[in-house]
């Protein structure tokens, strides 16, 4: 076959939206959910970031692979259901499909262009495997139960996004995972996990000197603009990238340089000179730290790689 399967799961509740979203907005302190950076300029600029010097989880995770691909790959086993969560532009797990052989390939990612599109490039240079596109925001839980079957799957999550969960809900997630593997006798998940590491380097790589990460934090904005009819002005905000040593976590904010009155459904919201609105987080783990996290998730057998300098983690959970 030389084309994809495409289908949208993700349930649309725009009232809903818009109220989470003004919700957070109109709350002290303010938040955005992360899940918002990823229309078509924000998958982009998050591509660029994954190529900047200060941004070393991709390459990191990237070398890891390389270094250990034979050893990963007899783990993990083949000819299984390759199911790519946050798939993005599916260039991380293309590079698998040759070492793995997987039965088909199935895509998973909120953002359903950026999706459609990996998958036409991708429908010509793999012919003969089955390709599945799954739009969906499994940050509000995950079953693909009826998209799987119950033949064995690999769950692959690379690049850290596990990070952006908080701890309870990055358990939630892992569990939802087990329980798919479960319900597949075979089946287990491959993993990528940024490390904790001197605080400089974590406050570099979220706050680069081109400012890619920057217009990436703004762009949040311009997309809530367009989803709740906002007023934001985007570049009246500052990027602010801190690590909070305590939680383990990097925090990424936008600051009002001034004052500044934004229109929103329901009425105006006045932020503050230096008031900040929190986009993200991005937790760190130590390789023990996570690997007791999969195992109270439920994951019996778990193998861990990591990079020579120890700035990253692969593991291998069934």
């Known amino acids: ?20 979203l003004v919700t957070g907005l109109m709350a002290r302190p303010a938040s955005i959910s992360p899940k918002y ?31 250990h691909r034979a050893e990963i790959a007899t783990a993990v086993g083949a000819g299984r259901q390759f199911v790519d969560l946050g798939a993005g532009d599916c ?29 036409a490039r991708m429908a010509p240079e793999f012919p003969e495997l089955e390709l ?8 509000d839980g995950l079953d693909l139960r009826n998209d799987l079957g119950d033949s064995p799957a690999l769950f692959f999550y690379p690049g850290s996004s596990i990070g952006n969960f908080s701890p309870a809900d990055a358990h939630v997630l892992l569990a939802d995972i087990h329980r798919h593997c479960v319900a597949a006798p075979g089946s287990g998940l491959l993993i990528g996990v ?17 400012g890619v990460t920057a217009a990436f934090n703004r762009n949040i904005l311009r997309h809530v603009n367009r989803l709740i009819s906002t007023d934001f002005d985007p570049a009246q905000y500052a ?22 009155v934004v229109n929103m459904p329901g009425g ?20 023990a730290g996570f690997t007791s996290m999969l195992q109270k ?16 983690a692969v593991f291998y959970a069934a």
């Not at 076959?1 to 989470?20: H, I, K, P």
């Not at 660029?48 to 990191?60: D, G, N, V």
């Open 1 to 20: 076959m030389s084309d994809y399967r495409f289908v949208d799961r993700l349930t649309r509740d725009a009232a809903g939206e818009r109220v989470a």
């Open 297 to 312: 998730a439920g994951f019996a057998h778990v193998r861990c790689w990591q990079d020579p300098a120890r700035d990253f």
């Open 91 to 119: 260039c991380k797990a293309e590079s698998w499909l040759p070492f793995l052989a997987p039965s088909r390939y199935v895509a998973v990612d909120i953002a359903g262009e950026a999706l459609a599109r990996a998958l």
């Open 239 to 260: 990027h602010v990238a801190l690590y909070d040593e305590r939680r383990g976590r990097i925090e990424m904010h936008l600051e009002a340089k001034r004052e500044q």
């Open 268 to 287: 105006a919201r006045t932020f503050a000179a230096g008031e900040r609105i929190h986009t993200e987080n991005s937790y760190k783990y130590t390789p």
């Open 194 to 210: 940024d490390t904790r590491k001197d605080p400089w380097r974590l406050a570099d790589a979220y706050d680069d000197a081109l």
């Open 132 to 139: 599945i596109g799954i739009v969906a925001d499994f940050t």
């Open 37 to 67: 950076f990823y229309d078509a300029q924000g998958c982009a600029l998050f591509g660029a970031i994954c190529e900047l010097p200060e941004y070393y989880p991709t390459r990191t995770e990237r070398a890891i692979f390389v270094l």
